[in-house]
């Protein structure tokens, strides 16, 4: 089991920049790729980002050349850099975890989200 905990989110003005982090817990051993998501007001989940084990990553088209994923496989974190925020960027940001077993079975942890607010 993993636990994944967010951090980081907040009320910016637009055009500010804010730093998510998301730190894991448990059996991390088993956490292959990780990445976020957001889900706004009135609006289906989104994703963002996802980075895999050997650190290649992928973007939404929304935050594409905004936003920057990155993890320390060390310290069991994941972060994402968000510059350049607008009011759209306004949601709640959660951190998710890809995870297999030792018997080769995938699944999913997620984080209970952040809440970052853009103010125009």
């Known amino acids: 089991q993993v636990e994944l905990v967010e951090s980081g989110g907040g009320l910016v003005q637009a055009g500010e920049s804010l730093r998510l982090s998301c730190s894991a817990s448990?059996?991390?051993?088993?956490?292959?790729?990780m990445g976020w998501d957001r889900q706004g007001p009135g609006t289906s989940r989104e994703m963002i980002a996802r980075?895999?084990?050997?650190?290649?990553?992928i973007y939404g088209d929304s935050v594409k050349g905004r936003f920057t994923i990155s993890r320390d496989n060390a310290k069991n974190t994941l972060f994402l850099e968000m510059n350049s925020l607008r009011p759209a960027d306004t949601a709640v940001y959660s951190c998710?975890?890809?995870?297999?077993?030792?018997?080769?079975?995938?699944?999913?942890?997620w984080g209970q989200g952040t809440q970052v607010t853009v103010s125009s």
């Open positions: 998710n975890a890809e995870l297999r077993d030792t018997d080769g079975r995938s699944s999913r942890a």
């Open positions: 448990g059996n991390t051993a088993s956490i292959t790729g």
């Open positions: 980075i895999r084990a050997d650190g290649s990553a």
